[in-house]
């Protein structure tokens, strides 16, 4: 008790030396020494312990879609010695990068874009337009000899499981191919989202969704353009229209949190102060009157969210302030051009909050009102297509977004919504490699069912706003701390920065993961 008592005493000195130490002493990581991308070794079938995953150890993979997720996919399972063959619709690496609207571009820094063993080029702007995205894939494909395992315009019709439960590829052209294991790196961005509106076939311009809307010059010039949503693509798309001489018209349903792609407020860029573990901790992202940490710190909350609350609202227009004053934050907010809200301010992009009640033969009825259109544009996003997998009523949930229990021989690469896109995806693969070749245990079919409903149960409590949109639930993976787990099981230290301060309150450098991508891949 005297020991108590006088550790006790101690505590207001050594707390504070603790909690110093373990911020600011050095993170070391082994496991960046020898040689880069060496083959790793692999467990014999009996041994395996992923055999309710695999039917026996593969040999070839077929990876489905030509874009980041596929990329880093190919380039994962190549260089550990897999026969892989790639296949894309389009005639060129990219996906959606390949051919997209015209002004497409990140919608976050390229900070947050980079592979980690492929940078950016430093030239690029912070920003980069579809073109530079497409030339860097390109360019990553080229330097891993990827375009030699590639087979593009190729478009799969079909999707069959062999009697050894092998997959079973039937193309366009009527040609089939088997594959011991596959990986379904399609994204989310394969199936336009086209809505349909009651008189619309009277129309007498063009209809078209905005994935169509390239060379669109002859579409928007000196007309009347409609334009369907409230996303990034939407108001570039409405940018777009200005630049040709037209007049846009923006028709929004929900308006939430929007900023310019390069403000910083308080001299501090948003992205900066967002996308650290210590924001994520206090359910930035999530509806806080659901998360732990409202229960129990709910003064410290409420302050960070307050500061983040001014950021967003720091020189915004009415459109753009959200339609209730909780904080959404992240699922409700996004970047748009410099020059969008100057666009609104200045009466040359016109807003108006409805939906299409009908179509005329020159126009729209919106509210009652009629709206004059020579082209309608459907910013509306895709509907996802997972092809071996039905998309169910609560969304498309599987086990940590790659795996689905019962199913054997086959992972998803990228079939979500995240922020860290590439660097996400490329753990991804890395993870599904160590599974393949026995180093990650993947747990029972009913324990990764119990984990999918847990992650459920957790999805539609932490965004009760967007029941009526499962989808949007079950592909939602912005939070750190997703890979830092699939780090873990692979062995890794999580931490890639030189001290915990860095890790809990900097925002992710991509470029820190450098070194396990080339000697844990």
């Not at 894939?137 to 330097?143: D, F, P, S, V």
């Not at 992202?285 to 998360?291: A, G, M």
């Not at 609104?344 to 409805?354: D, Q, V, Y």
């Not at 919504?417 to 029972?444: C, E």
Request: aromatic share 14%; proline share 6%; with cysteine.
């Amino acid at each position: 008790m005297a020991f108590l008592r006088r550790m006790i005493k101690k505590a207001p000195l050594i707390a504070p030396l603790g909690a110093g130490y373990y911020l600011f002493s050095t993170v070391s990581h082994p496991e960046s020494t020898g040689p880069a991308y060496q083959i790793l070794p692999k467990i014999s079938y009996d041994q395996h312990p992923n055999k309710h995953i695999i039917s026996k150890i593969p040999k070839t993979i077929g990876v489905l879609g030509g874009g980041v997720a596929g990329l880093v996919s190919a380039k994962t399972f190549k260089l550990q010695g897999y026969d892989v063959e790639l296949i894309d619709k389009n005639p060129g690496v990219g996906g959606v990068w390949h051919k997209n609207y015209d002004n497409a571009g990140l919608q976050g820094p390229k900070e947050t874009y980079h592979i980690p063993d492929f940078h950016m080029p430093e030239s690029y702007p912070t920003f980069p337009k579809q073109g530079q995205v497409k030339a860097w894939l390109e360019a990553y494909a080229e330097k891993f000899g990827l375009n030699s395992v590639c087979s593009f315009n190729k478009e799969v019709k079909n999707i069959t499981q062999n009697p050894d439960e092998t997959w079973k590829l039937t193309f366009s052209d009527g040609t089939t191919k088997d594959y011991d294991f596959l990986i379904v790196a399609a994204g989310l961005h394969n199936n336009p989202n086209i809505p349909s509106f009651k008189g619309q076939e009277k129309f007498k311009g063009k209809i078209l969704h905005s994935s169509q809307f390239i060379n669109a010059k002859h579409l928007c010039e000196n007309k009347k353009v409609i334009v369907v949503g409230s996303g990034k693509s939407a108001f570039d798309i409405m940018n777009t229209t200005l630049e040709y001489g037209g007049k846009p018209t923006g028709l929004i349903r929900t308006v939430g949190y929007s900023f310019p792609e390069e403000e910083k407020p308080y001299g501090i860029p948003l992205w900066v102060t967002l996308l650290s573990r210590f924001m994520y901790t206090f359910g930035i992202i999530f509806d806080t009157e659901n998360s732990f940490i409202h229960k129990y710190l709910y003064p410290i909350e409420y302050l960070l969210l307050k500061f983040m609350d001014l950021q967003f609202r720091y020189k915004a227009i009415k459109e753009f302030q959200p339609d209730d004053q909780k904080f959404h934050f992240i699922e409700t907010a996004g970047l748009r051009q410099e020059h969008t809200q100057e666009n609104i301010r200045n009466g040359k992009i016109k807003i108006i909050k409805g939906t299409i009640s009908e179509i005329q033969e020159n126009g729209v009825i919106v509210n009652g009102n009629f709206i004059e259109a020579d082209t309608i544009v459907y910013a509306t996003g895709f509907n996802a297509q997972y092809f071996i997998e039905p998309l169910k009523e609560d969304g498309f949930w599987s086990y940590k977004h790659m795996l689905i229990p019962g199913k054997r021989n086959v992972a998803f690469v990228g079939a979500f919504i995240t922020i860290y896109t590439s660097l996400w995806f490329n753990i991804q693969a890395m993870w599904i490699n160590d599974m393949l070749r026995g180093h990650v245990k993947v747990p029972s079919i009913d324990d990764m069912k119990k984990d999918i409903e847990e992650k459920k149960k957790q999805g539609f409590a932490y965004y009760p706003a967007y029941k009526h949109k499962p989808i949007f639930i079950s592909s939602q993976t912005y939070s750190p701390f997703y890979i830092d787990d699939l780090l873990k099981e692979m062995g890794i230290n999580s931490v890639r920065e030189k001290s915990m301060f860095r890790h809990w309150l900097y925002p992710f450098d991509t470029k820190k993961y450098e070194a396990v991508a080339t000697h844990h891949i």
